[in-house]
Structures are given as structure tokens and as C-alpha cells.
């Protein structure tokens, strides 16, 4: 930008604005003052060096507008930062700055030798003055107390906006600065109201922000996403030596916070706290420049182009930066820079080879990690930038499915013949206590209680492993539960009129089934009442059956009880695979039914006014396991009960798909919860046509029918894509550290239970549904693998868990993980950096990492042939892969242009065996494992196999012929003997 001599006046630019000519002559003579002094609101005083003002907005003085690169901006002279910040491209016109602030306001923490602290705040009126302004940026200048001089710069190129910060010491002795701050309070708070609010939901998903940040150095950076999942997104890079290194609960991003920083509550933050020494005037090194620079990307390719553009550094990881030891990672770093170093946290646990340049500028390493625990890898380039990677190392994944669920067993659940006997509750890693409704530990009651997801979620867990990997004792205490906790108690029986199969909600079935609301019940349950004005009897009390998420949680489980029963039916005691079966369909009955039928007055907890017609209008957990329980009802001759489920699920899909613009709502107006759901709703509509319909399901809520007279394939196709965008806008999916990537929350605190759940999602596009199915499938098992870094797991030599050592506490988790040193959390207050101390929701995302564990061998255009949770190989001509991903059921073989894909419904792939097959995919054996360890029936599932006739050979016998076309899925069921190896093989004739 071309500076004006402050004491004299550019005839051209008066040309340019004559309306202002006069003003500008009086602000000339007026910087002739250098002590001029303003006090800002109490905070610092400022001393101002006034240059010239040009060309302000004639509507309105005290505002500038800058337009170019897409950025259409509101500058504000009296504030001195942006006020407005906008992409002239956007069909919604949405705000990217929160109303009411600022970009551009800095903080500053800074001393003289011996002195104390002195700090700024520079983005209140008053504190600043324009030095230049015209239509391709604006520059401001401070002069601050102590002879710190900052000039901050606004300027717009033909891509970019660039942010400039100049500070100089104007003083005749060193100035270390401590702390430099940029406040980033972007517009993503959601809009609130109620879930019926078609206009707040509107609102959130149109004009509202997910924010994604990466703070690790040089390569940080900062991107918003709407929460709609499509362009534009905002993207924020360090340039030159600029570097992040901080993030505060203020959503502060820090250059430098020596000052700070260490004064924050005591966490784990892994980033140094830096600050800058300058020199006193005159001498080399008084002053120091940052920069950041602003450009809009379409789309997370956008993101990564800017990214390598910029001079950072652009990088790929598979399978995921959770990482068990028995894997390896690879990750690939596009760059610019011709000198890459990578430096081991820990040299002696830490294995890193060079496997070579895949495509111009694209760098391979493979790493591996002996150590439990955070593991850290700093990537040195460009001449000392660097970039922090942090990978999480855990013990293997069945080691961790097992420990998980023994642990839940043995030590999470009571036996003691109250009201409560048999629950899972929460364990306390802190005090090494298991929590329960008489010793809540400060928990909230409902988390304690069984009737919420926070309990119930241990069961699902349980189970879930169990269907894959059985043990006795894990099933009986299933069955315990079962018996003495839920049926008849927290589940009403299919005799109990009215609401059969009704799942009480919170706080717990006891003071449901026992007591009335506001009267015997603890203060703290009571002021509900008060607090909702809602009187007994309108879903609180004895009805407060309304919750359908604890429907879907019941129903998963009775299903995967079923499928014990069926596998193992020596291991079952309490009821058969047959009773396991209608009890998931009576409650699924009750999904459907019983919480429509309650009437909610007011505004209960959680709730909205009106008819809970959640089954119908929202994502639920688990909800997907529907679609295999009408499947099942079919496979038993249960076709009458099939058929019904399959009529109320439709009126389900058809909504998402044609009655509601934005269907990813769950318990709140944008929730992570939906995308298990709607994903599991758009591969139905897919694979299953449906027929046009006229009235299908009256709205009691809206008052209306909902018809479809046009339902075409295409219309489950696009919703396929765009629910797969809503999902990925709130993943994190480019930040190269655990905690972030794969994340289905990318706030304050991440790796929550939607990690995984809406993670099985991101990968189930990519195996089946996306033509270019390598990113999807990298950030999908990234996912699946993210969040057992909640779990506190280890050897004895490693103290039996990196969060929580000690041997109690082996096998235990955390609800979520908290990103910053020290934050809120709202279940348990204040946590320090890692995970939560007590485990909560978080087994609903470890259940649906055990349900789509999977190996996947893939072509991939940057890593070659790999194998995704396992271990990929060549012989004689042959590929193999041996699985490691703990289940060790299912197998998905990209290669070249084919997609096979097998799934095992019993038994299992033999540990550490290798599964052989070909290039052309028509060839494919494999080692069974009879976990049964009984004669039985077992089955399995391919599909994808190229065209021919194929035959099926099990233990060298031929079983059958049969022929296949690549959409064919063929299932194949064949007796099984008790010997605990088969050797099972598909090929081509």
C-alpha cells in the first residue's frame, strides 16, 4: 500500500472523495500532536500517530466498505477492525463475524525489564486510528504506553485477504512481549428455539458456522465450514514465520502466550507457550511482523490446494491418527518445501521410513509407535517452520474391545438387591468409585440412574462385543440386567396397558413407576416442575415415556441378544433367540407408538410442546439396526410383523427425504446424532424402491398429511450426498492430531460418541456409494479408530492406562476429550486437557466402533495398494491381508475398478491368518474360526464379484455353484463342524 506524507494532502485522492476534502486538510494538521492521548473504556491508554482517512463510505462515516478475492467487508474506524465480513458469492449472504465483534481485535500482554505486565485490548472505540484506507485495504496504527508501537493492516489482493501485525519498540530498552492475541469469534453459535422452529432451523443451517482448527505450530490453521456442508469456507493460514500455538476458552488464537498461557489452570497442553524479546530502537531485531492470510474455498480439495498454496503443509493419514501398535500409519505430506525432517517425541518407541515421493511434492512415510499413549512427530521444512503431528498409540484393537467389556462386567455393575440391582453405571477414574443414584459423585442424577444414555449406553457395548466375541460371564451379566434391572422395571411389560414395551426416561423408573412430580421427589427433581410448569401426568411422571431415544438404545439391544441366542445358544440363559426377537420388535412397536401418543404440556426437559414425534422427525441412536431387525422378521416368518416396522420406518425415510429441508436435527437444532440416521435412511432408499403415496402419516404437531406423489431413485441419491456434506462439515478432517481428526465434534471438547457412530457413515459411502472413494474411506476408519483413545487401557509396565494409571482403572474410558489446557465441560464442570473422568455416552460410539471394524484393502491414488486394519502383503504371485481390526468379520477388497465385499454373520476370520486373493478379484479364500466351538450353521455374504460362475469349497469339499453379477449380493449358508479351523474359498470357474 502506498503511504501519503502525513503533512501533506494527495490533490488526486481529494479528487477522488471532495466531500471529505476539508476534513482531511484539519486531520492533517492534527497529527502534527504527537502525544495526543485517548483512553479506551478504562482498559490501556493509547497513544495515535494519525495518518490520513480516504474514502470512507459517504453513507456512513464512521464505516468502510472493501470488496475483492470474494470478500466483501465492513471496516469500522471507530473500533478499527472488521465488523462485517461476508463472501460476495454466497446464495445466503450469511455473516461470517458473530454480531456484536470483531475481526482484527488483538490483545497484548508486554513488559520493560523490571516492570510489571502491561496489557491491551485494541479493539474498542477509541483505542485506535485509521492511517490509510482505500479500496484495497486499510492500515491502523497504536501507539501504546511504554513506547510499543503496533500498525495493523487489512489488505486485499486478487485471492487473498491478508492480516499484517507490526510491532516496534520506540523505547531505548528491550520490550518482551508475552502475549499476542487474536480473538476469533466467528458466527457459529446455532440458532436456538424450538425443534419445530422452521425458521431457526433454517437460520443454523444456512447462515451459521462449524469451526475447524489446527493449532500446532507454523502449519496451524483455522477454517468454517456452514453447518448446510457446501461452500463457501472461510480459510485462516499463518504466513512466513508466523505460527499458532494456543487456543483459549475465548476462542482466543495466540501467536504468543508466555504470559498466559502458563498461568492457566494446570492441564496437559503439549504446545510452548512462547513469547518475543525485541530489541530497544534501532538495533537489529526491534521489531517483529506476523501475518495471517484469508482465502474461500468451495469445498475440503479448496481447503487442501490453499493449504499447499500457502506454503503449509497438506497432510493425509491412514488409518487414522489413533493408532494400535500392532498397525502401522501412513502419512503423505504435500508441500512446496524441498527439506522435510521428522522429529520422534520418543526416538526409541518410534519407527519412521521414507517410502518416497507418490506424486509431485507428495511425500510417504510409514510410522509405527511401541509406546502407549500421546505421540508426538514434529515435521521440520522450509529452513525452521515445523508442524506438531500427534498420533495416540493404544493397545490392539480386540485387546481393547475385551478389556472394554470386561471391565463394564466385573466392576461397572450392581448386585445388591435395591431398586437399582443389575445397572451399569459410571466409574469415577478420579477416585477409582463406581458411581450409582446413592453415591453420585456430583453426576447429575440421570447420568447415574439407568434411564439415559450416559448408563444404558454400557449394555449396548457389551453386547455388541459379544456378538462377535463371546464370553459366559459377559453374557450372564447381560442377562442380569436384563432380567432384574430393565424388564418389568425400567421397561414396561407387554402386559402393562396402557404403553406396552414404554421405556421410562429420566431420571430413573423408579421415582417414575413410584412417585409424583413435586411432591416426594429431592428439591433438584422438583424444580423441574417449577422451572417447565408442566403439572403431573403430561410425560414428566408416571408417563414420562416419551424419550424415543431410549427406545432405539433397547432395541439395539434385544437385537444383538437376539443374534447371541442365535450363535451361541448354550451362553443363553434368561430368554431364547426367539424371545430376544420379539422383544426388539414390541419395542420397536413402542418407538413407534408410545411416545406419539403422549401429549406435552409446556416445554419439558429436552422436549418441545406437542405430540414427541421424534421417531419420525429425528435422528435416534442406533436407529439404523431397524432395517436389520425387518429384515430378520422376514428371515423367521415373522412377515406381518415386517411389514408393519417396514410401514413405519418408510414414513420415516420419505419424511427425511421430502418433508423436511434439513433433516439433521436430533436433540438439538444441529446435532452430530442425526448422521448415523440419515445415512442409514438414504441407503435404504437406495437399495429399497419405494412407491408414490397419498396421505401416508398424519402430522399431529403441523396439523397436516404428508403425501408423495413423485418418488424417483434420484431423490435418495442426492439426499445421500447431501446428508454425507452435513456430516463431514462437523468432522474434523484435515487436522493432522488424534483428538481432531475423524471427530464428530470439533468444539472445545471432541471425540465424542458421534465419532464413531456417523464415522461408520463416512466409510460405508466410500466402500459402496462415491466414485472416488479414498477420502471418504481415510476419514471414515480414521474415525472408527478415533475415539479409543478415550479408553485407559495399558500393560503393567505402563501403569495400566496413560490417562488414569493404576490397575482399577484398566479398561475404563472417558466421555469426551477436552481440546483446551483447562475448560468447561457440561456434564462435570472444569477438566483439564485429555479425556473426562468419568466414561458417560461415550460406549454408544465404542458399540458402532466394534459394529463396522472392517479391513479394507484399497488402491489408493497417494498410498498405493494398503491395507486398512490390517496388514497388506505379497507371495507367490498372491496378495494377502491379514485382518487385524478385532472383529475380524468383515472384508472390503477395492482394487483396480472392482469392489468385493465379504461379510462373515457367524464365526469369524482365524487370528493372524492370511486371506489370499487376486488381482482380478475372482479368487478368494480364507481361514474360518468356529467361535462357537459347536456344530452350528454359519453364513457369509459377497458381493461385488466380477461376472461368472464361481464355486464355493469349504474345507476342500465343493459345496455349490453359483453365479454372480457385480450388484449381486449372495449369501451362502453351509454347516459348520466343531473343529475350530475351515478353510473356506470362492473362485471363478
Not at 516496534?168 to 512481549?177: D, F, H, I, K, Y
Not at 530489541?279 to 484469508?294: M, S
Not at 487442501?304 to 503423505?332: E, F
Not at 458417560?840 to 465404542?846: A, F, N, V
Request: one cysteine or more; hydrophobic letters at 35%; aromatic letters at 12%.
Amino acid at each position: 500500500m502506498q503511504r501519503t506524507a502525513p503533512h501533506k494532502l494527495s490533490l488526486a485522492r481529494q479528487a477522488l472523495c471532495p466531500r471529505i476534502g476539508h476534513s482531511l486538510r484539519r486531520l492533517a494538521r492534527a497529527v502534527r500532536l504527537p502525544n495526543r492521548r485517548c483512553r479506551s473504556n478504562g482498559r490501556a491508554t493509547v497513544t495515535v500517530a494519525l495518518h490520513i482517512l480516504l474514502c470512507v463510505s459517504p453513507s456512513h462515516a464512521a464505516e468502510s466498505e472493501l470488496r475483492g478475492a470474494g470478500f466483501a467487508l465492513v471496516f469500522d474506524q471507530e473500533r478499527g477492525s472488521v465488523t462485517s465480513l461476508k463472501c460476495d458469492h454466497d446464495p445466503h449472504s450469511a455473516e461470517f463475524i458473530k454480531p456484536g465483534h470483531l475481526l482484527g481485535d488483538v490483545t497484548l500482554s508486554y513488559r520493560r525489564p523490571g516492570e510489571p505486565w502491561r496489557t491491551a485490548r485494541l479493539g474498542d472505540p477509541g483505542a485506535h486510528y485509521i492511517v490509510e484506507s482505500d479500496s484495497n485495504g486499510v492500515e491502523v496504527r497504536y501507539r501504546l504506553p511504554g513506547d510499543l508501537e503496533l500498525v495493523k493492516t487489512f489488505a486485499l489482493s486478487a485471492s487473498r485477504l491478508a492480516w499484517i501485525l507490526k510491532l516496534r519498540n520506540l523505547g531505548e530498552q528491550t520490550l518482551e512481549v508475552g502475549d499476542l492475541g487474536l480473538p476469533l469469534r466467528m458466527n457459529t453459535d446455532y440458532v436456538g428455539g424450538d425443534l419445530q422452529d422452521e425458521d431457526a432451523v433454517r437460520k443454523t443451517y444456512e447462515s451459521r458456522l462449524n469451526r475447524h482448527r489446527l493449532v500446532a505450530g507454523h502449519g496451524s490453521f483455522v477454517y468454517w465450514t456452514k453447518a448446510i456442508g457446501f461452500g463457501p469456507i472461510l480459510v485462516m493460514t499463518p504466513s512466513g514465520a508466523t505460527r499458532l500455538e494456543y487456543f483459549d476458552a475465548g476462542h482466543t488464537a495466540f501467536v504468543h502466550s508466555a504470559r498466559s498461557g502458563p498461568d492457566a489452570p494446570q492441564g496437559t497442553w503439549r504446545q510452548p507457550h512462547t513469547g518475543v524479546t525485541l530489541a530497544p530502537k534501532g538495533e537489529p531485531n526491534d521489531a517483529a511482523r506476523y501475518g495471517f492470510t484469508f482465502a474461500w474455498a468451495n469445498n475440503l480439495r479448496d481447503v487442501r490446494d490453499i493449504l499447499y498454496d500457502d506454503g503449509l503443509l497438506d497432510v493425509y493419514v491412514v488409518p487414522g491418527m489413533t493408532l494400535p501398535t500392532d498397525l502401522t500409519a501412513r502419512v503423505a505430506l504435500r508441500t512446496r518445501s524441498r527439506t522435510l525432517t521428522l522429529q520422534p517425541e520418543h526416538p526409541e518407541a518410534t519407527s519412521i521410513v521414507y517410502l518416497g515421493e507418490a506424486q509431485p511434492d507428495v511425500h510417504v512415510y510409514e510410522l509405527g509407535f511401541s509406546r502407549l499413549g500421546e505421540n508426538a512427530v514434529r515435521v521440520d521444512y522450509d529452513g525452521g517452520r515445523s508442524l506438531k503431528l500427534e498420533f495416540f498409540s493404544t493397545e490392539s484393537l480386540e485387546t481393547l474391545y475385551r478389556k472394554r467389556a470386561r471391565f463394564i462386567t466385573q466392576k461397572q455393575q450392581h448386585r445388591n438387591g435395591k431398586w437399582y440391582n443389575g445397572l451399569f453405571s459410571l466409574w469415577d477414574m478420579r477416585e477409582k468409585a463406581l458411581r450409582g443414584p446413592e453415591d453420585t459423585g456430583g453426576l447429575q442424577d440421570y447420568m447415574v440412574g439407568g434411564s439415559d444414555d450416559p448408563s444404558n449406553s454400557k449394555a449396548v457395548l457389551v453386547a455388541e462385543k459379544n456378538v462377535v466375541l463371546p464370553d459366559a460371564d459377559e453374557i450372564a451379566a447381560l442377562e442380569y440386567y436384563l432380567e432384574h434391572f430393565v424388564w418389568g422395571k425400567l421397561q414396561r411389560t407387554n402386559q402393562e396397558h396402557p404403553h406396552p414395551y414404554g421405556i421410562y426416561g429420566s431420571e430413573n423408573w423408579y421415582l417414575n413407576r413410584t412417585t409424583a412430580w413435586g411432591t416426594t421427589l429431592p428439591d433438584r427433581i422438583r424444580s423441574y416442575e417449577k422451572m417447565f410448569g408442566v403439572p403431573q401426568g403430561t410425560g414428566l411422571g408416571a408417563e414420562r415415556l416419551w424419550r424415543s431415544f431410549d427406545y432405539t438404545t433397547f432395541i439395539m439391544l434385544y437385537y444383538d441378544m437376539y443374534r447371541i441366542a442365535d450363535q451361541y445358544p448354550n451362553l443363553v440363559t434368561y430368554l431364547d433367540a426367539q424371545g430376544y426377537l420379539e422383544r426388539a420388535y414390541g419395542t420397536a412397536q413402542a418407538y413407534f407408538r408410545v411416545p406419539y401418543a403422549i401429549h406435552l404440556v409446556g416445554r419439558p426437559l429436552w422436549s418441545h410442546k406437542g405430540y414427541s414425534d421424534w421417531a419420525y422427525k429425528l435422528g435416534n441412536f442406533h436407529e439404523r439396526y431397524l432395517i436389520d431387525l425387518i429384515r430378520t422378521l422376514r428371515q423367521e416368518g415373522m412377515d406381518q410383523e415386517a411389514e408393519w416396522l417396514r410401514g413405519e420406518w418408510e414414513k420415516k425415510v420419505k419424511y427425511f427425504l421430502y418433508d423436511e429441508p434439513f433433516p439433521f436435527g436430533s436433540e438439538f437444532v444441529f446435532d452430530r446424532t442425526a448422521f448415523e440416521s440419515t445415512h442409514a435412511i438414504a441407503r435404504y432408499a437406495i437399495e429399497n424402491p419405494m412407491q408414490p403415496d397419498r396421505n401416508l402419516w398424519f402430522d399431529r404437531n403441523r396439523n397436516r398429511w404428508y403425501s408423495h406423489p413423485d418418488v424417483r431413485p434420484e431423490h435418495a441419491e442426492l439426499f445421500m450426498k447431501r446428508q454425507i456434506d452435513a456430516n463431514i462439515a462437523m468432522r474434523g478432517s484435515l487436522e493432522a492430531t488424534y483428538y481432531y481428526l475423524g471427530s464428530a465434534r470439533v468444539g472445545a471438547n471432541t471425540l465424542d460418541y458421534m465419532s464413531q457412530m456417523a464415522g461408520w457413515a463416512v466409510l460405508d459411502y466410500g466402500l459402496h456409494y462415491s466414485d472416488d472413494p479414498a477420502p471418504y474411506v481415510r476419514l471414515g476408519y480414521a474415525s472408527l479408530l478415533s475415539s479409543w483413545a478415550l479408553v485407559n487401557s495399558g500393560t503393567a509396565e505402563s501403569g495400566y492406562g496413560y490417562w488414569y494409571p493404576g490397575e482399577e482403572n484398566d479398561g475404563a474410558a472417558g466421555w469426551c476429550f477436552q481440546t483446551l489446557k483447562n475448560g468447561e465441560n457440561w456434564a462435570t464442570g472444569t477438566s483439564a486437557r485429555g479425556i473426562w473422568p468419568y466414561d458417560g455416552e461415550i460406549d454408544h460410539g465404542l458399540a458402532s466402533g466394534i459394529r463396522a471394524a472392517a479391513t479394507v484393502v484399497m488402491d489408493d491414488p497417494l498410498f498405493g495398494r494398503i491395507a486398512i486394519g490390517g496388514s497388506y502383503g505379497s507371495r507367490d504371485g498372491w496378495n494377502t491381508v491379514v485382518p487385524q481390526d478385532g472383529v475380524r468379520r468383515r472384508l472390503h477388497l477395492l482394487v483396480g475398478s472392482e469392489r468385493v465385499h465379504l461379510t462373515l454373520h457367524t464365526d469369524g476370520l482365524q487370528k493372524s491368518e492370511e486371506v489370499l486373493f487376486n488381482d482380478d478379484l475372482t479368487y478368494l479364500k480364507f481361514q474360518l474360526e468356529n467361535r462357537s466351538g459347536v456344530a452350528h450353521q454359519g453364513s457369509f455374504e459377497v458381493s461385488g464379484l466380477p461376472d461368472g460362475e464361481y464355486a464355493f469349497v469349504l474345507n476342500g469339499q465343493h459345496i455349490r455353484s453359483f453365479d454372480s453379477d457385480r450388484g449381486q449380493k449372495i449369501h451362502h449358508s453351509f454347516d459348520v463342524s466343531g473343529v475350530r479351523r475351515h478353510t473356506a474359498l470362492v473362485q471363478r470357474q
